[in-house]
C-alpha cells in the first residue's frame, strides 16, 4: 500500500469518525478549521518558507470550494 493510500484510509476513518460523533455537517466546521490550524503548525514548523506555500494551499483551497459550489463536483 502506497503512503497516499494509507493517509486516504486514515482520513476516511476520520471522516466516519467525526460524522458519528456529530451527524449535523453544520458542526463539522469547527473539525476541519481545527485540522487546517494543526495542519499550518506543522508546516510552519518544518520550514519557515512553507508559511507562504500554506498560505497558497489555502488560496488553492477555495478555488477548488468555489468551484465545487458552482459546479456540484470536485
Known amino acids: 500500500m502506497s503512503r497516499d493510500d ?12 467525526i460524522a ?3 451527524t449535523n455537517p453544520r458542526t463539522w466546521l469547527s473539525w476541519l478549521v481545527y485540522l487546517l ?4 503548525k506543522e508546516a510552519s514548523n518544518e520550514n519557515s518558507s512553507h508559511t507562504d506555500l500554506y ?4 488560496s488553492a483551497l477555495e478555488d477548488t470550494l468555489r468551484n465545487r459550489r458552482n459546479t456540484g463536483g470536485w
Request: charged fraction near 45%; hydrophobic fraction near 35%.
Open 55 to 58: 498560505r497558497d494551499m489555502l
Open 37 to 40: 490550524e494543526q495542519l499550518e
Open 6 to 17: 494509507e493517509l486516504k484510509d486514515i482520513l476516511d476513518e476520520t471522516a466516519k469518525q
Open 20 to 22: 458519528n460523533l456529530s
